[in-house]
């Protein structure tokens, strides 16, 4: 018989993550809960009540939830911790009052939302009651969401059905324990054959679905950082980070190209570690995709935070592109700033990128810039590949270090294009007049950053 709040438990998980935890005690809580045991639901299932009875004393819980506000580090929060010994903590009619609960407080306290799930879907006994509870929590998550809220889930094992597909694939920010079952589809109900290694955190957090696999001692540490990131922006636009290359300019355009492609620039990497005192990063474009070229999280800056949307040199993929739309979409929602740092050499254009969509995920990329409620800051910092890069790019807060450069196409294409000779390569990137000096003249830039990054009205 398991233990009241045992390993693995609702509670045992609440302590593992939170300093305090205060449950919530309200309409939704113990009322009338006890008088309800043994009513056997609203499909008369048999049995049903005298397996919730059992439930109760097994577990000394009301439901399948524990809902309560928390403090996770610096940060309160809104958690909901599923009882998985709790009838496999599945959903149903007062699980779904629960929830509904927790979301209405959170945003009347203005607080984020955790969800630490284990569920393994809706509950069979009380039929569609309970597999409508998922369109009631969708509802409640989206009015969290259009407050500004952040809402991050915790993926325990196992996370399936409804509860994979509401609260923790509908959430901002996902998590996962190692070995953890992800997935809509629960073990016994998976098609003969199927690859078991789909549905793990690692398969997911391979195909672009969830963010990160967090070893459970590193819980804590994880969690409280994304609170407190996710919750305190910065006021006004991002500040351009300072350059950390060359200090000179290039003395025409192919050796603005030279520079910009030189084997030793310092990298985004390089720039978000001078930047940033912390930092944490999303993954993947939850349509199954990850591009390992393009960095996009949040990052701490004096006390307050930034997102950031980062091209790490190569040709950015679909993928890429729409983690990019999902950093600035969230970023938007919750009034963090943003900073892009522009560096690829253009859009990739296999055929593969276009069967994944290129033309739209671009599209998207382009028009989440153009829609941003929020300020977005560039600073192109190698190279400005054609529309591949200005998909990143804000026009009229878009500023430049002195080894880079930004064309309307790649000077080799260009002579190409042109019917020009390998020979006249070098010439038609001066006629392009892509250095950085070149395009703050032609109004295409802000300006040229230094050492110590210019200020921003």
């Known amino acids: 018989m398991t233990r009241p709040g ?15 935890f205060t449950e ?24 049903y009540g005298e397996a919730r009875a059992r439930a109760m004393a097994r ?27 709790f009838l496999g903590g599945s959903l149903g009619g007062r699980t779904g009052d629960l929830l509904e609960e927790a979301h209405t407080r959170a945003r009347d306290l203005s607080l984020p939302v955790v969800s630490l799930i284990a569920t393994g879907g809706s509950r069979m006994q009380e039929g569609m009651r309970a597999l409508s509870q998922l369109q009631r929590i969708a509802r409640q998550s989206a009015r969290t969401r259009a407050a500004g809220l952040a809402q991050i889930a915790v993926l325990r094992d196992p996370a399936t059905g409804g509860g994979w597909a509401t609260l923790g694939a509908g959430a901002d920010v996902l998590l996962a324990l190692p070995g953890a079952q992800i997935g809509f589809a629960g073990s ?20 672009g679905h969830i963010d990160a696999v967090v070893p459970e001692p590193e819980l804590r540490t994880a969690l409280g950082r994304w609170l407190s990131l996710l919750t305190r922006p910065a006021t006004g636009p991002a500040q351009p980070p300072a350059a950390l290359g060359r200090a000179g300019l290039p ?12 084997e030793d620039r310092p990298r985004a990497d390089a720039y978000l570690d001078a930047h940033f005192t912390a930092r944490a990063e999303l993954s993947g474009d939850r349509c199954g995709g990850v591009d390992p070229g393009v960095r996009c999280g949040f990052g701490e800056r004096s006390g307050r935070t930034v997102a950031f949307a980062a091209q790490l040199g190569t040709p950015t993929r679909p993928a890429g592109f729409r983690t990019v739309t999902r950093l600035l979409r969230l970023a938007g929602r919750l009034g963090t700033p943003v900073l892009t740092l522009v560096d690829t050499p253009g859009a990739a254009n296999d055929a593969a990128a276009e069967r994944e969509g290129a033309g739209a995920a671009i599209a998207e990329c382009f028009a989440a810039v153009a829609e941003s409620p929020v300020p977005v800051t560039t600073l192109v910092i190698g190279q400005g590949g054609s529309g591949g890069a200005l998909a990143l790019a804000s026009p009229g807060r878009t500023w430049l270090t002195p080894d880079s450069y930004f064309s309307v196409i790649g000077p080799e294409w260009a002579a190409s294009i042109l019917k020009r000779g390998p020979g006249e390569v070098q010439r038609t990137a001066n006629e392009l007049r892509v250095r950085p000096q070149d395009l703050v003249a032609l109004g295409a830039a802000e300006g040229i950053v230094g050492n110590r990054p210019p200020g921003i009205a």
Do not use: M, N
């Open 6 to 20: 045992g390993p693995g438990s609702a509670r045992a998980t609440i302590a593992a993550v939170a300093d305090t």
């Open 24 to 47: 919530f005690r309200g309409e939704a809580g113990d009322a009338g809960a006890a008088g309800r045991a043994l009513d056997d639901g609203p499909l008369g299932w048999d049995g």
């Open 59 to 85: 577990t000394g819980e009301r439901e399948s939830v524990v809902c309560g506000v928390g403090r996770v580090g610096e940060s309160e929060a809104v958690l909901i911790a599923f009882e998985f010994d």
């Open 188 to 207: 016994r109900v998976r098609p003969p054959g199927a690859d078991p290694r789909a549905y793990t955190a690692e398969g997911q957090l391979a195909a």
């Open 251 to 262: 003395d025409s355009g192919w050796a603005a190209v030279q520079q910009a492609r030189a």
